[in-house]
């Protein structure tokens, strides 16, 4: 062990003769504790949101969705379709045509977004767990019916029981906008029972209807193959980013193939933004925590000058000297940063586990924060006490060296 080492050892782990350094000394490894500890919380809190986004995503999103670059509708030739459901991994190919209409029943009307799915989209068996109410399905026997959100169902007042007063959907007739016919056809109408209530969160209820894709062409007047996406959903274990590649190759320049996670970029880049900031704040908090770090050691230095001399006259060099101070430094701050780093993985583990505190959110699709910790959130911490740490001991070393070489060695 250096001399430089052993020294910073005896001076960390000797009580000091001055109480007030002491509790200097204790105060600012408290402090470096508590700012770890509540980093990784917080970090932690954030990557349980972005993880519980995800899951979110899963429950509705496809893992791979087509669109086009340039046109919001748009045919897909059979014989591409046939080599995109060919490619290893691939387990279903969905068309889908969705849009926004109005839709009136019972002397309500409301604007909500129609999304037409083919019976490829029910044998998936997509979104069946979140039927709360009524059955899975968007047609029987030849008769349209309506997937519908439970935030549209509540706000319309639908019935099941009701089978004499079909939910009316209506939606702009454009060729007759483009010759300004304001008339009784300047939209289109058709109607819909609904089959069931999806509970899946709180922007799907409030807007989103699943119909049948036959019946959402005829109302908006489309061919019969034009499509505003293509959803496709893979085997479990596939390889997302490789199938991704395989299809845009299929499709060519003209379109786009996105993951799940590219679906959803600007929420996601949000939360890592808002990530960023917090641990840029908290970094800041935890450099204004470490004065505290700064005038123990300096205190130190006074209190040990009569040690210091005589270490000079055993014949330590300057650079020994200002590693003396800067390792206290770090003995304070990684001591603190320790308990710190112990506490926040044993309380995050304790709310991922047990749920203690909960978001006071009523009907939320969970009840506690969400808590997912990451070894890189540790090892960032870990670098920023360092950083901090060394940059608040410089000053406090070099006083030490200055003390012991310029000055007199007798008192």
């Known amino acids: 062990m250096s001399i430089s080492l052993f020294v910073a050892k005896r001076y960390f782990f000797s009580p000091f003769k001055a109480s007030f350094i002491t509790l200097i000394s204790r105060i600012s490894m408290i402090g470096v504790g508590v700012e770890v500890m509540a980093l990784v919380l917080i970090l932690s809190v ?3 949101l972005e993880d519980f986004q995800r899951g979110l995503f899963k429950t509705f999103d496809p893992d791979l969705t087509i669109i086009s670059r340039s046109d919001s509708r748009f045919p897909l030739p059979t014989s591409q379709l046939k080599q995109i459901a060919a490619i290893a991994g691939v387990r279903s190919v969905q068309p889908i045509l969705e849009d926004q209409a109005l ?17 490829s ?20 026997e030849g008769h349209p019916y309506g997937l519908v959100g439970a935030g549209v169902f509540m706000a319309m007042g639908m019935n099941f029981e009701d089978v004499y007063h079909p939910i009316e959907a209506w939606y702009p007739n454009q060729k007759a906008l483009a010759k300004f016919q304001v008339n009784v ?38 061919d019969t193959t ?29 379109f786009d193939v996105q993951t799940r996670d590219q679906q959803h970029a600007i929420l996601l880049r949000a939360i890592k933004i808002e990530k960023l900031f917090v641990f840029i704040l908290m970094a800041f908090i935890m450099g204004i925590a470490s004065f505290t770090l700064f005038y123990a050691l300096s205190l130190l230095v006074i209190e040990k000058r009569k040690d210091l001399r005589t270490l000079l006259a055993m014949g330590i060099t300057q650079q020994q000297l200002l590693r003396i101070f800067l390792s206290v430094g770090l003995f304070i701050s990684f001591s603190g940063a320790l308990v710190g780093m112990g506490l926040g993985f044993g309380l995050g583990w ?35 006490v360092i950083v901090i740490t060394f940059l608040a ?17 007798a008192d």
């Open 46 to 48: 954030f990557n349980g």
């Open 103 to 119: 839709i009136r029943y019972n002397g309500k009307q409301l604007v909500v977004t129609l999304k037409g799915v083919d019976s």
């Open 121 to 140: 989209f029910i044998a998936s068996k997509r979104l069946q767990n979140q039927v709360v109410d009524g059955d899975y399905l968007v047609e029987y």
């Open 185 to 222: 056809d300047a939209a289109n109408q058709k109607g819909f029972f609904p089959s069931g209530v999806l509970q899946v969160e709180q922007t799907f209820d409030n807007q989103m209807i699943l119909v049948p894709l036959q019946w959402m062409r005829d109302l908006t007047l489309s």
């Open 226 to 254: 034009s499509v505003s996406k293509m959803e496709l959903m893979l085997a479990d274990g596939a390889n997302e980013l490789e199938i991704q590649k395989e299809v845009q190759q299929v499709i060519g320049s003209k």
């Open 350 to 384: 304790i709310q991922q586990t047990f749920g203690i505190i909960p978001l006071g959110i009523p009907n939320a699709l969970i009840d506690a924060y969400p808590i997912q910790m990451e070894w890189f959130d540790f090892l960032m911490t870990s670098l920023v």
């Open 393 to 409: 001991s410089i000053i406090p070393a070099r006083k030490a060296v200055q003390m012991t070489f310029n000055q007199p060695k």
